[in-house]
């Protein structure tokens, strides 16, 4: 029986489309030797909030530094967890960038959705949970530095009340106040965390009216899963404390900065790239960076945390370091007594993935 090869059905001019459209997929995964690698990144704030997209952004400009000709890179800045994430990535894409870095927890759908229909196009998405044959995720475990932090404020506290102001009620957000309250309760078990939510990333406006909130309900010392440096203004013009996040905010409030719960992307994103240029780059993995890696880095402290306080944070610093101090190790309860974590027991990362509660000493629930 004669059986006609599918090719024969694909009219001459749709084959010749898309012959040309695997050439490109493959141009992008293989560029001439004397062209420069295409590196794009998506931020969802702009480059100047002074906090996360600025923080990647200088990631940025280290790889531009480090690799050089080699490579060619671009960012779009200010871009929404909406449908025009979707546009810019598949804009990217279609440009033949060949590594993409979205940066923002929202881009996870649109990211998976856009790497699709290119399959030579390398995806990398930061702070998300789902992975594909040309995905890789990759975040911070910005939870352990959120814990350092709780432990200064546990000791710097006066009024026992802790504030923090919440982005989002995702998992990413949730574990960072549950470690802070850990690490504030580690050293002083009379704290109470209070959250206030702003559902954004960057808003200074809501932001400070949040932070101004939180101390009008007794809170002195301050913390934020926010982009912008209004918390640290706030509280320096309040003569109280607050950490910088993300980035040094430190020159928005000298006094008032304890410390920073900072990244460095730079090495990840040398790295990666290095990867796609000798072709050893693979999807299906999910990155997950500490402060052993180098990727969560803590600014030097104000000269107004005493040697003591310095001590116990240093201490428990290099503990998180040498794995003998685990953020989320049992037993944990959450505010309504639920034992969330066994004695002997700690959260996996997929486990600290998907973490939709508060532990003991968070005031309020979380939101639906």
């Known amino acids: 029986m004669y059986r006609m090869s599918a090719s024969r059905l694909v009219p001459p001019r749709r084959r010749a489309m898309l012959a040309a459209a695997a050439l490109i997929g493959l141009a992008a995964l293989c560029p001439a ?22 923080q990647h952004n200088l990631g940025r400009l280290s790889l531009e530094k480090a690799l050089g000709a080699k490579i060619e890179t671009t960012y779009v800045e200010s871009v929404p967890e909406t449908a025009d994430a979707e546009r810019v990535i598949r804009q990217l894409a279609a440009k033949n960038y060949a590594l993409i870095f979205t ?20 995806f990398e998405h930061a702070s998300g949970y789902k992975a594909a ?46 470690a802070f309250t850990l690490g504030a309760r580690s050293v002083n078990p009379k704290v109470h965390t209070k959250v206030v939510w702003v559902d954004t990333w960057y808003d200074p406006g809501k932001e400070r009216q949040a932070a101004e909130a939180l101390i009008a309900q007794g809170a002195d010392v301050l913390s934020q899963n926010t982009d912008s440096p209004a918390t640290v203004q706030v509280a320096e013009e309040k003569g109280l404390y607050a950490f910088g996040w993300d980035s040094d905010q430190a020159k928005y409030g000298p006094h008032a900065q304890l410390t920073a719960n900072t990244e460095d992307w730079g090495p990840y994103y040398i790295d990666e790239t290095n990867k796609v240029l000798n072709g050893t780059w693979t999807g299906e993995r999910k990155a997950h960076l500490g402060i052993k890696d180098g990727a969560v880095v803590l600014t030097p402290l104000n000269a107004v945390v005493p040697p003591a306080v310095a001590r116990i944070f240093q201490d428990k610093k290099q503990s998180i370091v040498a794995g003998s101090l685990v953020p989320f190790a049992g037993p944990i309860h959450d505010n309504t007594g639920t034992v969330r974590v066994a004695a002997g027991a700690s959260l996996s990362d997929d486990e600290l993935t998907a973490i939709n509660w508060f532990v003991e000493g968070v005031d309020g629930s979380v939101p639906k």
Do not use: C
């Open 33 to 54: 030797a004397d062209a420069p690698l295409k590196v794009a990144f998506v931020y969802v704030g702009p480059i100047a909030d002074g906090g996360w997209s600025y």
């Open 103 to 122: 940066t923002s927890f929202g881009y996870m759908d649109p990211t998976l959705k856009v790497a699709k229909p290119f399959p030579h196009t390398h």
């Open 133 to 178: 044959a040309n995905v890789v995720t990759y975040e911070a475990r910005f939870y352990e530095g959120a814990y350092l932090l709780g432990v200064i404020a546990g000791r710097m506290t006066k009024t026992n009340i802790l504030g923090y102001v919440g982005s989002f009620p995702i998992s990413e957000v949730l574990r960072n106040i549950d």
